[in-house]
């Protein structure tokens, strides 16, 4: 009885919840929180937004954590990179040596600075339970959590925030009514870590709240590094077709930047913007996308379901069925040959592998080349176990040192895949997908050898593409027109803080005493086409089609 009081009482906390503003007064012109039916609240449109400037700008987020693998890597306070875990070239990060906390010995901090911040703003009451685990860190989630207990529970979360962070749709009454589940574990772990007067009813309030809400922490260009909440982005209603994404701006790529003299007051206060994939109407819902896009719509119906509990009924899902049951219609068998295409391709895809790859990523590699038939299908090689395939040869690829395979499933990737799944050419997803597929050129061109990469391993490279048909005179012609292609899709975007990076790549290139004369301008581009074609096994028709699709 008293946890169904409870449970009664949180969803009342809720509901009065709703009440609270969470548009910013700054955009108060801009934006506005509404009902949209069957849908609950979203937040809409008041005029129309141009797809080349961001429309809102939000603070570092008090509810966040990093993925373990990362905080070796990461300074625990701005968030800066200081190496990749790949071995690809250091652009996009801070060359420079992490100081570790001598309490828990888990966060580190590119300086002094930074850790002295940390220390008075939360860490030396993370820096007690981290202690306390050692080497059991809880999930990234928990942690996320946990900190907004240590803090709520010392009075350093203000009022304002504290409800629009419990006013969010928990689907608490949904998830309780499962019973006893690891989330109700996880509150009571949090409260003992914690030592937290907080009840546990609260804190799986906060973990139900996180789970539902929370999205990926990001960096400007290499991906998610963990998980954070931000009320706003908590409102924003899912589409597998989205109009807006998550933008990490370049100037937080700095050590120490948000309190850097050289960036405006307004620019130190920026950790993230939400920015326009396309020109957005006036009275138009802004829409994100809560799942990974490159799976079959069964797959992201189930997720949606799982996680979110709605039946996703956006144009791209009704679309992609519709595809779905035509190319069944039309060739009967192919979807099931797919299938089982896709399920002896995965089984032959190692777990890991040793440098230089060896037979197994060899095999995996070859039956990547035998899904030649399905390509004139994009129904079947845009979604599901295509592009997590071909993701997995790539990372595969580069922890072994086999660049050539890295590059042939990431040009895979970005001639196929991405100009299907992707709305407005610059999504967060495409611009990592165009910064690899441009360290992976690179890497093999020599003009940044990569650390712990010796000339004979360039040089294997070299002549496994060449069997393929690409020689290095095509590379260096396609690094150029990726380069033109990134430029152009950050140019038009409200990204464009990341046309730097790609000047100093642009740079690089011309600086590079690798080549010696610049022959990839030399080498026609009947030819370097052709080479690409041959190497990816595209039929004449399709590699138009992807020409054109990509705009390169």
């Not at 429309?55 to 570092?60: A, F, G, R």
């Not at 008090?62 to 373990?68: E, I, Q, V, W």
């Not at 901090?109 to 030396?124: I, L, M, P, T």
């Not at 230089?356 to 990523?361: A, M, R, V």
Request: charged share 25%; glycine share 6%; with cysteine.
């Amino acid at each position: 009885m008293d946890e169904m009081d409870s449970l009664l009482d949180s969803l009342l906390e809720q509901r009065k919840g709703t009440s609270v503003s969470y548009i910013d007064d700054r955009y108060a012109n801009v934006l506005r929180l509404e009902k949209v039916p069957s849908k609950g609240e979203g937040v809409t449109t008041l005029k129309a937004l141009p797809v080349t400037e961001p429309i809102c700008s939000l603070k570092y987020p008090t509810m966040m954590a990093m993925d373990p693998e990362f905080l070796p890597t990461t300074c625990y306070h701005c968030l800066v990179i200081t190496s990749n875990p790949l071995p690809l070239p250091g652009y996009g990060y801070t060359s420079m040596d992490l100081k570790t906390c001598n309490g828990c010995h888990i966060a580190r901090f590119c300086g002094r600075d930074c850790q002295v911040k940390s220390w008075h703003a939360y860490h030396k009451y993370e820096c007690k339970v981290f202690k306390k685990v050692q080497n059991n860190l809880p999930s990234s989630m928990m942690r996320a959590v946990l900190r907004m207990v240590l803090l709520k529970d010392r009075g350093l979360v203000s009022d304002e925030e504290w409800d629009r962070v419990i006013g969010l749709d928990s689907h608490e009454q949904i998830l309780a009514g499962r019973g006893r589940s690891n989330l109700t574990d996880m509150a009571e772990t949090i409260k003992h870590l914690a030592t937290s007067g907080m009840s546990v009813t609260m804190i799986q309030r906060l973990i139900f709240i996180m789970k539902s809400n929370a999205n990926e922490l990001p960096t400007p260009i290499y991906g998610g590094i963990g998980v954070m909440l931000d009320p706003l982005i908590g409102k924003l209603n899912h589409s597998c077709e989205p109009n807006i994404s998550i933008h990490r701006p370049q100037h937080t790529m700095a050590s120490g930047w948000m309190d850097s003299t050289n960036l405006s007051e307004h620019e130190r206060k920026t950790f993230i913007q939400i920015i326009p994939l396309r020109e957005i109407k006036e009275g138009e819902e802004l829409l994100n996308c809560y799942i990974v896009p490159t799976v079959a719509v069964e797959a992201r119906r189930a997720k949606l379901m799982e996680d979110y509990f709605f039946h996703c009924e956006c144009g791209k899902c009704q679309c992609d069925v519709k595809a779905a049951a035509q190319l069944i219609e039309s060739h009967p068998d192919l979807s099931a040959q797919f299938g089982q295409w896709a399920q002896k391709t995965i089984r032959s895809v190692p777990q890991q592998v040793k440098k230089q790859g060896g037979n197994s990523l060899s095999k995996a590699m070859a039956a990547m080349d035998h899904s030649e038939r399905f390509l004139e299908h994009p129904t079947l090689y845009t979604t599901g176990d295509y592009p997590q395939i071909a993701m997995r040869l790539t990372l595969l690829g580069l922890q072994s040192q086999a660049f050539d395979i890295a590059l042939i499933n990431m040009l895979w990737v970005y001639f196929l895949v991405n100009p299907q799944r992707f709305v407005g050419g610059h999504t967060p997803t495409e611009i990592y997908t165009i910064f690899l597929l441009l360290d992976i050129l690179d890497g093999i061109l020599r003009i940044s050898m990569p650390p712990g990469v010796e000339t004979v391993d360039a040089e294997k490279w070299s002549k496994n593409l060449t069997t393929r048909g690409l020689t290095l005179d095509d590379l260096l012609h396609w690094r150029d027109r990726i380069c033109s292609d990134l430029e152009r899709r950050l140019a038009g975007s409200a990204a464009k803080d990341l046309l730097s990076l790609v000047e100093k790549r642009k740079e690089k290139r011309r600086v590079s005493p690798a080549q010696g004369k610049d022959k990839a301008q030399e080498q026609s581009m009947t030819n370097a086409e052709a080479g690409m074609r041959s190497a990816l096994r595209l039929k004449e028709p399709l590699w138009k089609l992807a020409l054109h699709e990509t705009g390169c």
